[in-house]
């Protein structure tokens, strides 16, 4: 993404270590002075993390929260692959008020877990559903968080 001829990078590492930045010209056009800046977003907890049990093909566990329309937001759906849980496969669903999915995933996380990131465009009460992937049963964690 970009603000006019200004570049912007946002990238979320997957595991900790050095990471390199490049910055130069576009073609042959370029010259003088820059400035490369790196920020870490800001997290701010909405849904307390939240255990709960897939027992059984096909279960899902509904939850509400608040989103304010403009905000940007992380769903964490975890299980095995971060030990959030024993869910091998989690499987989140957003939807609106009225039931209209808006949004899953099923693989955005670490291994196999799901991750959301959304702006909602308008503010109100939101529907997360939890599920397992296929037959995939077990212990989960859900998380929601404003970032920027």
């Known amino acids: 993404m970009s603000i006019g001829t200004t570049s912007l990078i946002e990238y979320t590492p997957t ?5 390199y930045l490049f910055a130069g010209a576009f073609g042959n056009n370029g010259t003088g002075t ?3 800046g790196v920020i870490a977003p800001t997290r701010t907890v909405v849904f307390p993390s939240t255990r ?3 027992a ?3 279960e899902q566990d509904e939850f509400t929260v608040s989103l304010s329309a403009g905000s940007r937001y992380q ?3 975890e299980g095995s692959a971060t030990d959030q849980g024993t869910l ?6 957003i ?3 009225s039931g209209a999915r808006l949004k899953y995933d099923d693989d955005s996380g670490k291994g196999l877990n799901s991750q959301l990131v959304l702006s909602p ?3 109100g009460t939101y529907r997360l559903q939890a599920s397992g992937y296929g037959s995939s049963r077990g212990s989960y964690t859900l998380s929601v968080s404003q970032i920027g």
Do not use: A, K
């Open 15 to 19: 595991q900790s270590g050095t990471y």
């Open 34 to 36: 820059y400035r490369v």
């Open 75 to 77: 769903i964490d759906l």
């Open 52 to 54: 709960g049990t897939i």
């Open 121 to 123: 465009t308008s503010s």
């Open 56 to 58: 059984y093909e096909g």
């Open 88 to 93: 091998s496969n989690p499987y989140l669903r």
């Open 95 to 97: 939807l609106n008020s």
